[in-house]
DNA sequence: CAAAAAATTGGAACCGTTCCCATCAAAAAA
DNA sequence: TTTTTTGATGGGAACGGTTCCAATTTTTTG
């Protein structure tokens, strides 16, 4: 079968010369003459000559390519991530392919698969929320292919990654509830597999105990990410014979899920429940009453786990971190007040 | 230099077999002897082999692989699509590379051939607002590599395509704000070169004849879609000397900048200015009031496009659309009614 | 102007896999 | 038992590029 792109043997047949010379002239080598390589390179335009990648990669051990792996990308949380990452990887003159899992672990398996057989020379991964075996991610670290995680680490892997302070930034969100007076405070924590749920559940129950305000376990509860358990959840919530006046969720969809339970059960935000959510996902502002949240620096973590990754693509010997301490990067998070925990004429007071 | 990845040759030289047969082996050859397959299965298995894709596409010139490109993917339409087509794709075994355009031109054509380089079986497209030459289209075409476009397709390419009706679509939402009782009509449309752009003004523009409202000027900007743009031309329209009553936004984004100024202004929606958008977002129930917008079947026109493309991959001669007519399927739409169109008492005794 | 040095080019190996063809062994048929 | 057919395996070319080394040409130098 013969294909209809151009080759290099093509080339050199046409000019009567050797396919090394084409290669010479095409990849810019110093010792081709100067009305050879001009030749080749019109010659090749005009055949539209494109480079097959497949028998770079193939002959060269190397790709110029990484491989960026999310849970999901319907919020914008992911989506601002890889806007990132291909910003500095682009500029780099790396290429950036994308795999989206649906939060399922099967996927996460299958498109590390893919990413490894395709010879990527680097991955970016957040895992997913079902994610609790991490073979898959070692593997790659055996054959060489460097992994940089951000937002959701493997919290018993030693790798290089890039997260923002979850605990302190739980922390500063629950002590703003109860600066506008909360007592009772519910949160809404996320599947125990996620570090994230770990870290702002300490921070929440820290900034209780800061402030003496006694923990209460019907108030807080873990759940899988779906909406339709935030809403069973919620109502729940809702219904305990001292319902909480404030609501701490994992995150803004969460949040905003939970939102929509309150105000059809007639309640007012934030008057007979403040709001907070995490990350400032663009709905945050859109959404009646604004929502409360912890801005993400959504596209400086996707640069700078790029660039952690571009680091250890440059290390001439690999770094081995089953010996050595793997570096991690930690960025700075923003408490965003809106209307659902202030009212708007105290907003505006500010 | 020696990659750390396991090849056939090692299962071949440690079993003291040809590789011929330990290909067959891994490939699901028939002709191979039980306990052969079962030693190489084995082998393989506990050496963690993974299978080079490189290799594999480069001497079969197929690579089990599609891309697809989209202009950008913040809001939550372009994402839905993708889900609809990994759907049915890793259904039929094939590998879905996305790529995001980020609404450039330039990494439009950059991707393009990134695409071509790693010499995937086939593209889903839709293009970015830029895009205005289609070369990087036809060169694609040239290679034998079917294209399947969907929302955003050039309207001088014969290519198969997945759309909705835009301009029945626009038709109703328009005849929608006539209805209410609206007659200075404002539309915000898009840049010129997306055929959406005019098929939607086309709408808009039958609707008001139809329902004898003459057609103002002064009430129709097309714009890039940047939201700097909306905030500038929505704020001239309102300062109009009797400005719009309604507005009909090329899409929710639109619609929802636009729902800012208006209400930075003090005005009230819809009893001042009645608002609709167009695809549906997921931020469209999420703003205040909620936008009535027109919903269009994304996950479906996701699946559809990856159907059609896999009816190209798999005819035997190549369709030439030089020649045949290219098909096109149109998936229905539906107008969703909030209150930035209809108070909520009046949309609660519908 | 011949010899040495430098620049340019060609040839061949290599990368991992598939696949066609040849070979050989085993099983079936004569 | 011999021949034919079938099944299992090995050998090697092909895929498109890079790269090292050798060969050739050109330039420089003594």
Redesign the interface.
Known sequence: ?K???TTIIDIARQLNISKSTVSRALTGHPNVKEPTRKAVLELASSM?Y??????L??SK?T?NTIGIMVPE??S?YF??V??GV?DVMQAAGY?V????Q?ESYESEVSNM??L????VDGIIVSHTKETRNFDHFT?AQ???VPLVFFNRVPDDMNVPNVVVNDYEAAFQAVEHLIAIGRKRIAHLAGPESLVNTRLRRQGYLDALKKHDIPYNPDLVLSYDLTTEKVKIYMKHFLDLATPPDALFAINDPTA?AAMEVVKAKGLRIPEDIAIVGFSND??AQ????GLTTVAQPTADIGRTAAEMLLQELKAKVKNDYTIKKAPTIQLPTKLIVRESTVSPSKLRNK
Do not use: D
């Open positions: 079968m294909s209809k792109y539209e494109q480079r097959n990648s497949l028998a990669g193939f051990h790709t990308f319907m914008t989506p601002s890889i806007v291909q290429n392919v994308i795999c989206q649906n698969k893919l490894l057989s395709y010879r593997l055996r054959r060489g905003i663009f709905s859109l959404v009646y009453p």
